[in-house]
Structures are given as structure tokens and as C-alpha cells.
């Protein structure tokens, strides 16, 4: 059975009080009834992971996850966060390869990689983001780019490491524009992706693998992408950064 998750990714966001503000009105709303069996993650900005972590030791559900890694452990690498670094402050997972890091920062399949290696090395789950261009999409190849994400980005890893590594397949033509894939597109490359974990590993494997949607996901639209079989829950940008607004898309995961 795979697991139902609904994780926040708040970027480059919040102050300081803010993002203190955020988690306390999380954990006033995420009661059991909300929650329910849906796996709850929240990716502040590193420089406030230690205090959220502290702020949420005594919550059941919120889990803390970083937005990047570092490929290497410790050295002169200025700027940079490693694995060993993010396990030892009690974080729980890593976002690895969010489009953003991709355009902006350079990052490529063969980076991430590395990373999600790097991840599990170190006891955190990998968040392995993957999704086309608006040109991507256009041109109609969307599906092979996603799926040599897929293959580049998982190269070398086995079945048993697939049990620590969250697929979010997020459409960068929807990421931040207000312009959500229908749930009939998000579901045929979800679907695309699970063939493809069948004939890389196994139909087992296949099957647990969570894989979240990711682009303007709202309260409004969250329950009608939810309800597809192949869509195991959403990556949250905009949205999660109100407490309101991401309480009612966990609870539309919990109702689905
Ligand atoms: P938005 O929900 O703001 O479109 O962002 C999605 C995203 O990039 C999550 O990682």
C-alpha cells in the first residue's frame, strides 16, 4: 500500500516569525481528523529546519524535509548544506531536484543522482522532482523527457531503495503560473511513470512508489487530482504557505 503524502515546499519564503507563525498554525490545524493516514512534510528555508524541527518534537505529524543538498559530504564547499549535516539536525527528507534548481542552479539528472544517493546514505527520504517545459510539452516528447529524468536521476538504485524515494512529478509550465495540468494530463504521465518503475524494477515496487503532483495545486483543484489513481498526493508551493490553505488540501487527500 502506498503512502498518501502532502508536502509544502515554501522556496524562498517567509521571515523568520513568519515561518514560526506557519508551523504553530500547522499544528493547531492538523488534528487526526484531517490528517488521517496522509503523510504530512514541510520544507521551510534551511536556515530555520533546526528551529521548526525543535518546534514540532512533541507533533505526530509534520514531518521536516530541506529544499537541496550538497553532492558531497563536508569539505571546502562554501554555501552548502550537506546530507551528513541535514541527518544530524533530525530532518527527515530532501527535495532533490525541484525545477527551479534545475533552471537556476545548474542541477542535472546526473546531480541528482548523486543527491538521492547522498540522501539515502544518510537515513533521509529523496523527493525526486521531475516534469517538462512548456516547449517540452508543446513539442509532445514530454513523456521521454520525464521518463529520462526517471532513468538518469534513478540510475543504479535497486527496488529496496525505491521504498525511500518520493517521486513528484511537477509540469514547469503549471509551477507558480496558476495553470494546473488536468487531472486527465497529470494522470497519464503518473501512469507513464508507474509503467515505467514496472519495467525498471518490478510491478510491486511499481505500485508503493508514491508519486505527488506538483503545480498550482489549491484547495480548489486539490480533491479532482487526488481522486486519480496514479496521483498519490501533491508537492505544494504557493499554497502552503497558509496554514488554511494547506490544511484543506491535506484534508482533500484524506478524503479522496
Ligand atoms: P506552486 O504550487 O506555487 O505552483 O509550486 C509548485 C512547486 O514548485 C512545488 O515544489
Known sequence: MRRRIVAGNWKMNTTYAEAMELVDGLKASLTEEVVGETGVIITPPALYLSDVVGALVDNEYI???????????????????????????????????????????????????????????????????????????????????????????????????MDNIILAYEPVWAIGTGEVATPEQAQEVHAGIRAWLTERFDAETAENVTVLYGGSCKPGNAAELFAQPDIDGGLIGGASLKAEDFTAIIAARTNA
Do not use: W
Open 63 to 161: 514531518a521536516v524535509a530541506a529544499q537541496n543538498v550538497h553532492e558531497k559530504d563536508s569539505g571546502a564547499y562554501t554555501g552548502e548544506i550537506s546530507a551528513p549535516m541535514l541527518a544530524s539536525m533530525d530532518l527527515d527528507a530532501v527535495i532533490i531536484g525541484h525545477s527551479e534548481r534545475r533552471q537556476y542552479f545548474g542541477e542535472t539528472n546526473e546531480s541528482c543522482k548523486v543527491k538521492i544517493e547522498q540522501s539515502l546514505n544518510n537515513e533521509l527520504a529523496a523527493i525526486y522532482c521531475i516534469g517538462e517545459t512548456l516547449e517540452e510539452r508543446k513539442s509532445g516528447a514530454f513523456m521521454d523527457i520525464i521518463l529520462k529524468q526517471c532513468a538518469e536521476g534513478l540510475e543504479g538504485f535497486i527496488a529496496e531503495d
